[in-house]
């Protein structure tokens, strides 16, 4: 059985527990990363307290005094350990790769805090099953999506599966394959966000990077001190020239994009199993940034809850809510400091040097992500700004930025009509994300995954979005659109040519399965008077 993870050792320091001057400080969570290191702090004070992410891998982090390592002190907490859908023996499935995501995510060491440091992580390992594979593994993410009482926030996935593995004849990624229609499957049923390391070339992990209800990965490296630029060794771009046949096989099918957003995943600090400080690449290490994230944002989210504020609700923990808000809120290109770019803090280049406006999915409105830089580069400042303008609802106008759970029937649309107007140049980010439907052909009928069992997928609803004048009632008014044939995924980044007030359209177009669909939405854009603010 052939399976991967995505990652490599770039050089390492025996020195237990210290980072030695040859290795920098794990800048990936800090200011040349993705912002985390601020929410930890005054005023933000977020870790992920009491907030449960999931690590399902090849191998499992191990436990302090559960697991016999000597000498080891370790520089997280785990909230549970497992092999496949069941308890681990001690010592038992322990690997090095998944102790240093693990790592990423809930480390508490001071010198190389993870991004939530203490978030309650459950991990489950696979293992190493003769004659097993794909059903094992939707055994192993069911279980994890179920454990904190079946609340489990964010699902991370830094292994994956090979095409040549894969059972179906001719097996290409078109979202058929079983734990990828598992994934989906849970990712509704279970309410958990799914982060997939994406797929990196030759043996990659082309499995589940095809599925549409979570977040898949690509890795940027540093430039000029930050993580700004798609790294080479992530294989994303389209299939023509030299080595065309490969990524035929290794990318979606058709027209569809792979990657939803990018993470630092160059040359990160980690500690291992032994407590020994690495440098490791890939995107195994790109994904646990955006997983733990979640778990920051969870915290916030559950403490406006607890409060009962307003414009707050349970939608909050909506997976869907989750992925809009994290995709939305992405660094493209840096703002000049005129907020006409939405504050972004960050210029984002492609692998071959390309920035957002020379993509084509800056142009083509049937296009909504890059192929290599998704919606932009994870900011977990920024998604926090974006969570905490709150739930509005299409009923009455709504802020400059917000967020929102909703439903859409068949040949109907959903209008948000903004508050106050845009200025001339002034550019609006909005995201639109529903799931596509996957369901249990559930044998036994005791509504849980069994081995033997399999998935059927039942296709997506086409939803598209529009930002339009507020007065305007045809779409082919619209300033802006994003109506992808293909996707699960709608995303507008333009600029407003003309001052005035506009509304948010978000409309069923073609109905595949149900007459009802749910979907998360978020939107940035910049109101008059904050721009009349900043020119004072």
Same mark, same amino acid.
């Given at each position: 059985?052939?399976?991967?993870?995505?990652?490599?050792?770039?050089?390492?320091?025996?020195?237990?527990?210290?980072?030695?001057?040859? %290795?920098?400080?794990?800048?990936?969570?800090?200011?040349?990363?993705?912002?985390?290191?601020? %929410?930890?702090?005054?005023?933000?004070?977020?870790?992920?307290? *009491?907030?449960?992410?999931?690590?399902?891998?090849?191998?499992?982090?191990?436990?302090?005094?559960?697991?016999?390592?000597?000498?080891?002190?370790?520089?997280?907490?785990?909230?549970?350990?497992?092999?496949?859908?069941?308890?681990?023996?001690? &010592?038992?499935? %322990?690997?090095?790769?998944?102790?240093?995501?693990?790592?990423?995510?809930?480390?508490? =060491?001071?010198?190389?805090?993870?991004?939530?440091?203490?978030?309650?992580?459950?991990?489950?390992?696979?293992?190493?099953?003769? !004659?097993?594979? @794909?059903? @094992?593994?939707?055994?192993?993410?069911? $279980?994890?999506?179920?454990?904190?009482?079946?609340?489990?926030?964010?699902?991370?996935?830094?292994?994956?599966? /090979?095409?040549?593995?894969?059972?179906?004849?001719?097996? *290409?990624? =078109?979202?058929?394959?079983?734990?990828?229609?598992?994934?989906?499957?849970?990712?509704?049923? $279970?309410?958990?966000?799914? #982060?997939?390391?994406?797929?990196?070339?030759?043996?990659?992990?082309?499995?589940?990077?095809?599925?549409?209800?979570?977040?898949?990965?690509?890795?940027?490296?540093?430039?000029?001190?930050?993580?700004?630029?798609?790294?080479?060794?992530?294989?994303?771009?389209?299939?023509?020239? +030299?080595?065309?046949?490969?990524?035929?096989?290794?990318?979606?099918?058709?027209?569809?994009? !792979?990657?939803?957003?990018?993470?630092?995943? /160059?040359?990160?600090?980690?500690?291992?199993?032994?407590?020994?400080?690495?440098?490791?690449?890939?995107?195994?290490?790109?994904?646990? $940034?955006?997983?733990?994230?979640?778990?920051?944002?969870?915290?916030?989210?559950?403490? @406006?809850?607890?409060?009962?504020?307003?414009?707050?609700?349970?939608?909050?923990?909506?997976?869907?809510?989750?992925?809009?808000?994290? %995709? &939305? /809120?992405?660094?493209?290109?840096?703002?000049?400091?005129?907020?006409?770019?939405?504050?972004?803090?960050?210029?984002?280049?492609?692998?071959?040097?390309?920035?957002?406006?020379?993509?084509?999915?800056?142009?083509?409105?049937?296009?909504?992500?890059?192929?290599?830089?998704?919606?932009?580069?994870?900011?977990?400042?920024?998604?926090?700004?974006?969570?905490?303008?709150?739930?509005?609802?299409?009923? &009455?106008?709504?802020?400059?930025?917000?967020?929102?759970?909703?439903?859409?029937?068949? =040949?109907?649309?959903?209008?948000?009509?903004?508050?106050?107007?845009?200025?001339?140049?002034?550019?609006?980010? +909005?995201?639109?994300?529903?799931?596509?439907?996957?369901?249990?052909?559930?044998?036994?009928?005791?509504?849980?995954?069994?081995? !033997?069992?399999?998935?059927?997928?039942?296709?997506?609803?086409?939803?598209?979005?529009?930002?339009?004048?507020?007065?305007?009632?045809?779409?082919? @008014?619209?300033?802006?659109? /994003?109506?992808?044939? #293909?996707? &699960?995924?709608?995303?507008?980044?333009?600029?407003?040519?003309?001052?005035?007030?506009?509304?948010?359209?978000?409309?069923?177009?073609?109905?595949?399965?149900?007459?009802?669909?749910?979907?998360?939405?978020?939107?940035?854009?910049?109101?008059?008077?904050?721009?009349?603010?900043?020119?004072?």
């Amino acid at each position: 059985m052939k399976r991967t993870v995505a990652w490599v050792i770039s050089s390492l320091t025996t020195v237990t527990g210290i980072i030695t001057p040859s %290795l920098a400080l794990n800048t990936s969570t800090g200011e040349a990363g993705i912002y985390a290191h601020r %929410l930890h702090e005054q005023p933000y004070n977020l870790t992920g307290k *009491k907030i449960a992410i999931g690590q399902v891998e090849i191998g499992r982090p191990g436990i302090f005094g559960f697991d016999k390592i000597a000498a080891w002190s370790p520089t997280f907490q785990l909230a549970g350990v497992y092999y496949q859908n069941r308890d681990v023996k001690s &010592n038992g499935n %322990l690997d090095n790769h998944a102790a240093m995501v693990a790592s990423v995510m809930v480390s508490q =060491d001071k010198k190389l805090p993870g991004v939530a440091p203490n978030a309650r992580l459950y991990a489950s390992a696979i293992g190493a099953i003769k !004659g097993g594979g @794909q059903p @094992q593994e939707c055994l192993a993410s069911q $279980h994890i999506a179920q454990r904190n009482s079946g609340d489990v926030r964010a699902i991370n996935f830094s292994f994956g599966e /090979s095409l040549e593995q894969d059972n179906r004849k001719d097996a *290409k990624l =078109d979202g058929n394959a079983h734990l990828t229609q598992c994934i989906d499957w849970s990712s509704r049923v $279970h309410d958990t966000l799914y #982060v997939i390391a994406g797929n990196q070339g030759t043996g990659g992990i082309p499995i589940p990077t095809d599925h549409y209800n979570g977040i898949t990965t690509a890795y940027t490296t540093k430039r000029d001190g930050i993580y700004a630029k798609v790294d080479f060794a992530n294989l994303s771009a389209l299939p023509v020239g +030299i080595g065309r046949s490969l990524i035929k096989r290794e990318i979606n099918v058709g027209s569809r994009r !792979g990657i939803n957003l990018v993470a630092p995943g /160059s040359k990160v600090a980690v500690y291992d199993l032994a407590g020994t400080i690495q440098e490791v690449s890939g995107t195994s290490f790109a994904a646990p $940034h955006i997983t733990a994230s979640v778990a920051l944002l969870q915290e916030f989210g559950d403490r @406006q809850l607890r409060t009962q504020q307003p414009n707050w609700s349970l939608d909050s923990r909506r997976h869907q809510v989750n992925k809009a808000v994290l %995709l &939305n /809120s992405a660094d493209k290109i840096q703002d000049k400091g005129n907020g006409l770019l939405l504050g972004m803090m960050r210029t984002i280049f492609s692998k071959t040097h390309y920035t957002w406006f020379e993509s084509d999915a800056y142009r083509n409105p049937e296009i909504p992500v890059d192929m290599q830089m998704g919606t932009g580069h994870l900011n977990a400042l920024r998604a926090y700004e974006q969570f905490i303008a709150g739930q509005w609802k299409p009923q &009455n106008p709504v802020p400059a930025m917000g967020w929102d759970y909703e439903t859409v029937t068949k =040949d109907n649309y959903q209008e948000y009509v903004l508050s106050q107007p845009l200025p001339e140049n002034s550019f609006v980010s +909005i995201t639109l994300v529903w799931d596509r439907l996957v369901e249990l052909n559930d044998k036994n009928k005791n509504e849980r995954y069994d081995l !033997g069992e399999n998935f059927e997928d039942r296709g997506i609803n086409n939803l598209d979005l529009y930002l339009m004048p507020a007065n305007a009632e045809n779409t082919a @008014q619209s300033v802006c659109r /994003s109506i992808s044939r #293909v996707d &699960n995924t709608e995303h507008i980044f333009c600029p407003v040519s003309t001052a005035g007030n506009y509304k948010i359209r978000v409309k069923y177009q073609q109905q595949v399965n149900q007459g009802e669909q749910p979907y998360g939405l978020a939107w940035w854009t910049v109101p008059q008077n904050s721009i009349t603010l900043n020119a004072q």
